[in-house]
């Protein structure tokens, strides 16, 4: 007969909005172990399985810590509730929780009396989005369970039902499919989970069920607001504005997002021992990855490490229901042995109503390494050098056609193209002459592009790459110095003639505005997170091993101009958690956004 051999949860700590989803190990009735589900609707011997999930909810009230949400409050900050910040960010576990995050909390004080002085919804309009849970305020009583009449998380909407329990208890039904999805209404309280056999000619329970608990509820973490600053010399005063449809209320105008997003593969304990379980794991990070882009309301959407099973079963359709249209290549897979389902690759997606699709590149940097030793190197050397190069790299260039008007331009009706190049470079240090290959292997490809249509250039990725090392140098200054010290390392003299490695094309990179422009509003502190001499951000990774910038925007400096960055983090305020990772951003890279505005073109 079927039975239940065990259930578990991966991560005991429940969080709202993402999804729990038990570990069910069987026996069948052939003795054979199994995890797959037997459903009412295909029983097996005469048998399937039932699933509830219950709140337990007792009398006493419960808040959460909004610094360490896996600890009970024991105070509240009285300035947030005066400032009507969102209830939840006001509570601490301990004076030292509070001591230790006054800095940053304080900045959510600055700026909740800067939005009432301005506009009094404004900063909910423009930052709501990262806190979409509900307020967090705990309501142990059963008026709050109506609004949950509504919410789906077996086949039909579900009005709980109590069930009395002594002690004070009460627990209510909330689910009657195998994943649950924990709501607002949940916050603060612990859930049970519930397997049994059941007869599918009597439909009565065999034996006795299967059941764990869960431990309390705790809000997702809502990530400090970012705000877009004008740098394109208007009044800097003026913060970005989100519109009706949630974008910049700009016309003629389109945003860039560049991310390395950590594919779950890489995002181990051991690798990042600093940051929770529950943090760590797929099920929190794809939720928060999610809103956090989502948030930003990009017009285009370049991601790194997107594994491809994740591309299609997540990404892919969660992004087509905010009208973005996705395409991706996978890394190749000569030296990755792992499951091929699980590999990642780059992800480029952009809405539907603002671009269209005309042309996709895909570079495979294992085939121009294949190319190249079939070229310059007599066969006996080939292995060697195979195996320096191959490394599964890739990148993805598209060309689009805007949908809008470019203001200014003296070429009306004009098809306004765009070129937008996704890549993530090799990983490991040792290999500098690797890394300088691959970008001027992409760069040579986009120069072809170039030469074949007037057309402006996006250069987006993880370059693994610090400012002013010959990567760096080549796609920002379009050459490398001969006396480079990165040209030292060239093994199999593929860097050699020096004077080719050159580009013709006129990127700049975006965040380096950040440099040029003048005093204003917040600016002070955008110069503050910028290297002066690199004119690079001070960082876009950060972990408990490492800090620094790898990330980057390009851009053609003769066919676009910046309008609007997004605001980079500060260092402090990451390391009241260690590190990248964190319960807030779910990334060991921070995210970068650029707004542009297309220039009128030169007669020809």
Known sequence: MLSVLRVHLPSDIPIVGCELTPYVLLRRPDNAVTTEDVPESA??????????????????????????????????????????????????????????????????????????NENGNEEEELFGRFNSTGSGVINASLSGSASNSSLTNGSTPLFPAAVTRSGGETWFEVGRSKTYTPSADDIGHVLKF??????????????????????????????????LFPVNGSDMNMMGHI????????????????YNILSDVYATSESYSYCPSWALSWAYRRQNLLREIIGYRADIVCLQEVQNDHFEEFFAPELDKHGYQALYKRKTNEVYNGNPHTIDGCATFFRRDRFSHVKKYEVEFNKAAQSLTDAILPSAQKKNALNRLVKDNVALIVVLEAKFSNQGADTPGKRQLLCVANTHVN????LKDVKLWQVHTLLKGLEKIAASADIPMLV??????????????????????????????????????????????????????FARIGVGLGMEHQRRRMDPTTNEPLFTHCTRDFIGTLDYIFYTAD??????????????????????????????????LAEFRCKPRARR
């Open 460 to 513: 987006c990725g993880d370059f693994n790459s610090v400012p002013g090392s010959a990567p760096h140098a080549l796609l920002a200054m379009g050459k490398v110095e001969p006396v480079h010290p990165d040209l030292a390392v060239d093994p199999l003299t593929i860097l050699r003639p020096h004077t080719k490695l050159t580009h013709q094309l006129p990127l700049v990179s975006a965040y380096s505005s």
């Open 194 to 227: 519930e397997c049994v056999v059941v007869d599918a000619e009597t439909k009565l329970p065999v034996g006795h069920p299967n059941t764990l608990l869960t431990s309390r509820v705790i809000p997702a973490p809502s990530p400090s607001p970012r705000r």
């Open 43 to 116: 029983p097996i011997d005469g048998h399937f399985l039932r699933y509830k999930w219950y709140r337990i909810q007792s009398d006493r009230k419960v808040a959460v810590c909004s610094v360490h949400p896996s600890e009970q409050a024991t105070l509240q900050c009285l300035g947030c509730v005066k400032a009507k910040i969102p209830v939840a960010k006001s509570y601490h576990c301990s004076p030292k929780c509070f001591s230790d995050a006054w800095q940053h909390h304080r900045v959510l004080h600055d700026r909740a009396a800067s939005a009432v």
């Open 427 to 430: 990983v490991h240090q040792e």
């Open 243 to 258: 519109d009706s449809d949630g974008r910049i209320s700009s016309t003629g105008t389109f945003s860039v997002l560049s």
């Open 559 to 592: 066919s676009l101009s910046v309008e609007s960055l997004l605001e980079l983090l500060d260092e402090d305020s990451l390391r009241k958690d260690t590190a990248l990772p964190s319960p807030e951003w779910s990334s060991d890279h921070i995210a970068l």
